[in-house]
């Protein structure tokens, strides 16, 4: 599927302010399952310097900083790629100690995957997520399909522009969230498991959106099959409508844009999300 995103952010100051360096990460990745065809930022004011790398989980971050005071940031990105996982389960698992749950991986694939893989959860996940488990035979695969369907059928679903993701129990126990709530809450579910999970924040489409939103959902590992993605939102395995732009085992290193200002001033942002999609 070919996808274009046109995506503006404006911050506005009621005071003159001095930027801090700002990290932004709207950047599609290529990879195996999407082809970037096409990428443009622009930046306003113009930025004193600015640099392009890879961050700590291979994300292309961009790095900004400023000079002088300001009262407005307006950031503007553009995209064109072409999604090319139609079959999200094209894989095989290539060991029977694979099949159930919990996931065991050896050395040295093991502290390769360490950072999201460590529970960090409290009783109640555990449980829900032991629960999903037993329902599901312990069978990996089915455990990772319906531990999906279990959030998506009892959350409902809400959207917030603004804001750090819930903690998962939190998310579990008031049985609402955002797109970035339900992921979150399933990557610590998985990671009860013995699945490592992180964070991915990107977007979504099908057809036109003129007023969109960026999305959230979370992808896990597993040895045949890499990182393979699972939207609790929309209840469904990630293949062609879902454009990855960054992922991380915490849901705060994988935020479009991070960075501070100095000055006594209230900001307030606005943002417009434009996608259009065509098979």
């Known amino acids: 599927m070919r996808i274009s995103v046109a995506h503006s952010t404006t911050y506005r100051y009621d005071a003159q302010v001095f930027l801090e360096p700002h990290l932004i990460r709207l950047r599609p990745r290529a990879d195996s399952s999407q082809r970037l065809l096409s990428y443009r930022l ?18 292309v971050a961009t790095f900004a900083w400023f000079a002088g005071a300001v009262s407005e940031l307006a950031l503007h990105s553009s995209f064109e790629l072409e999604t090319l996982r139609q079959n999200p389960f094209d894989y095989i698992l290539p060991a029977s100690h694979l099949f159930t749950l919990p996931l065991v991986y050896a050395e040295p694939l093991a502290s390769a995957l360490a950072p999201y893989a460590s529970p960090g959860h409290s009783a109640e996940v555990s449980e829900f997520a032991h629960s999903v488990a037993g329902q599901s035979g312990r069978r990996t695969l089915d455990f990772l399909t319906a531990l999906t369907s279990a959030l998506y059928h009892r959350s409902t679903h809400i959207v917030r522009d603004e804001g750090s993701p819930l903690p998962p129990e939190e998310t579990l126990q008031c049985g609402t ?19 490592p999970a992180r964070f991915v924040s990107g977007y979504e489409c099908g057809g036109l959106l003129e007023d969109a939103y960026m999305h959230a ?17 929309r209840g469904l395995a990630v293949s062609t409508n879902h454009v990855a732009v960054a992922a991380a085992a915490d849901s705060r290193l994988a935020a479009p844009v991070t960075g501070t200002s100095r000055g006594k001033a209230t900001a307030q942002m606005q943002f417009q999300i434009a996608v259009q999609s065509k098979a």
Do not use: H, K
């Open 42 to 59: 622009e930046i306003t004011p113009t930025p004193a310097g600015i640099t392009e790398y890879l961050d700590q989980d291979g994300n």
């Open 177 to 195: 969230g955002s797109c970035r709530d339900l992921a979150v809450l399933f990557c610590a579910a998985c990671r009860c498991m013995g699945v």
């Open 217 to 233: 959902w979370a992808e896990v590992y597993l040895d045949g099959g890499g990182w393979r993605g699972y939207d609790p939102s």
